[in-house]
């Protein structure tokens, strides 16, 4: 059993920027992460396009957290936050004086029936949202030959939700490079009624769809998946959900996901199961000694690294001051963003905040398919993710929109 001023659970992105900020630390800090290996989830969407090799998403935890603090490799399985206290898998308890919970959402693929077996089974099943299965995204791509592509958005919270569309994209592309593209339909079968939450860029993205002869599906809920048959199964949100049959050539899933487990059952979440912050502050509604960022929170944005580096310097300044006996003070805004990839060399960059009005970095509109952002996401975004954010020092483009606007940028109000 061991005590820890602070205590960082999750060494994801959120948790692995706070344990930069908190290096200085050393010894009072600890990370709870149980993986070896630390990911960069946003270039999966180039791994799966065959765009990128999937050794460059991955790191060393050991190399990514600072070597100053404590790093627990092992699993929180019980929250105790009345005796500012955790449980780890191996019995052990770790006291902590402060608590940051960055523990990621939960991949469900269990909850879609024979999907897990299609996934291990069926060469022309992929899915970009794990190390498990990315790596078939681009050779089930490559292995086409024409019929159906459909790929899907589930019923739930997803991180990244740009992303089910984006290897869309990439693929009905690449798909008129081999010429299989005449003889395929490729179908987007969204639970969702909507293409994209923010309107800019859902406009810009029903031109995209219009151009390339996709076909879009809305309330289509994927429940099933039987690769034998190679029939995927989704519920009609929209006609109680009647049963509609798919069958595919090649089929791209994004799975539900849900907040963990373990946070699930503590009683640090909303009745969502998401960790109950202050959406401006990001500390605990209830526990003034917790603080959380990432995917596993109630923040409603959008769950994205992007908006988890404009939340760690905000995150890292309030617990700061509420280590000192201060207030914490309102500052985040909401901002998250999606690089909408339309292509190997074009992107929509959306950037937006709680209101969901766009709140863009760029003096130019980023609204419309460019180079240079596709070339920001592909090529200027790693670099920021492992060079400056691992190490502490991103916080989001915020001050770069406001010098790039000359101080004419909006600001979002936050109201108490
Ligand atoms: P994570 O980075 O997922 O980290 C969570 C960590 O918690 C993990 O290391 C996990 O091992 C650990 N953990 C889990 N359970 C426990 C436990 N019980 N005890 C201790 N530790 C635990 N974002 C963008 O900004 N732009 C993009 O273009 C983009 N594209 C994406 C494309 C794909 C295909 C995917 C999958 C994601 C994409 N994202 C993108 C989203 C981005 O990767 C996540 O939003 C981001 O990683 C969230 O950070 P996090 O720290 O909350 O969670
Ligand atoms: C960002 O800050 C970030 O975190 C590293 C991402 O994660 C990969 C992003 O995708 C984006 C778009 C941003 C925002 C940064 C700029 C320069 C617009």
Redesign the pocket.
């Known amino acids: 059993n061991s005590k820890y001023k602070v205590v960082i659970?999750?060494?994801?992105?959120?948790?692995c920027a706070v344990a930069a900020k908190l290096s200085s630390l050393g010894k009072f800090c600890a990370v709870?992460?149980?993986?070896d290996l630390?990911y960069y989830?946003?270039i999966?969407?180039l791994v799966g396009g065959g765009l990128k090799g999937f050794q460059s998403s991955v790191r060393p935890t050991r190399e990514v957290l600072p070597s100053s603090i404590d790093w627990i490799q092992d699993?929180?399985?019980k929250f105790e936050p009345d005796n500012n206290s955790l449980e780890l898998s191996s019995g052990d308890k770790v006291q902590y004086d402060y608590l940051v919970v960055?523990?990621?959402?939960q991949l469900d693929y269990e909850k879609v029936d024979g999907l897990l077996d299609a996934l291990e089974n069926d060469p022309a099943v992929a899915s970009?949202?794990s190390p498990r299965w990315v790596n078939k995204t681009f050779p089930a791509m490559q292995e086409f030959r024409g019929g159906n592509a459909i790929f899907t958005y589930p019923n739930t919270p997803i991180?990244?939700a740009?992303?089910p569309q984006k290897i869309m994209y990439l693929t009905e592309e690449f798909l008129r490079t081999t010429g299989v593209r005449e003889n395929s339909n490729v179908i987007f079968n969204t639970a969702m009624g909507v293409i994209f939450g923010v309107k800019k860029y859902a406009d810009a993205l029903q031109k995209v769809i219009q151009s390339r002869n996709i076909q879009v599906n809305y309330k289509h809920s994927l429940v099933s998946v039987d690769h034998k048959k190679k029939t995927a199964i989704f519920a009609n949100l929209d006609k109680d959900n009647e049963l509609v049959p798919f069958e595919y050539d090649f089929l791209h899933v994004t799975p539900p996901m849900s907040s963990?487990d373990?946070l699930k059952k503590s009683t640090l979440v909303n009745e969502g199961g998401w960790v109950d912050l202050n959406k401006h502050t990001l500390q605990h509604t209830k526990y003034s000694n917790v603080f959380g960022?990432?995917?596993?929170t109630s923040l409603p944005t959008s769950?994205?690294?992007?908006?988890?580096a404009a939340q760690c310097g905000i995150l890292h300044q309030n617990l700061t001051a509420v280590m000192k006996g201060k207030n914490a003070t309102p500052l985040y805004d909401g901002y998250a963003?999606?690089?909408l990839i339309t292509s190997r060399e074009k992107c929509i960059l959306a950037e937006f905040d709680y209101n969901l009005e766009p709140l863009e970095t760029l003096p130019i509109n980023q609204g419309v398919e460019r180079r240079l952002t596709y070339g920001m996401?592909a090529y200027i975004m790693p670099v920021i993710y492992w060079q400056a954010m691992m190490k502490g020092r991103w916080n989001g483009p915020a001050m770069f929109r406001k010098i790039l606007h000359l101080g004419m940028s909006r600001s979002t109000k936050l109201e108490a």
């Not at 659970?9 to 948790?15: A, H, I, M, Q, W």
């Not at 960022?293 to 596993?296: A, Q, R």
């Open positions: 659970v999750g060494g994801g992105t959120g948790g709870v992460e149980p993986s630390h989830q946003p999966w969407t699993k929180a399985v960055a523990m990621g959402i970009n949202y991180k990244c740009g992303a963990p373990v960022l990432g995917d596993c769950k994205t690294a992007a908006a988890a963003s999606c690089p996401k």
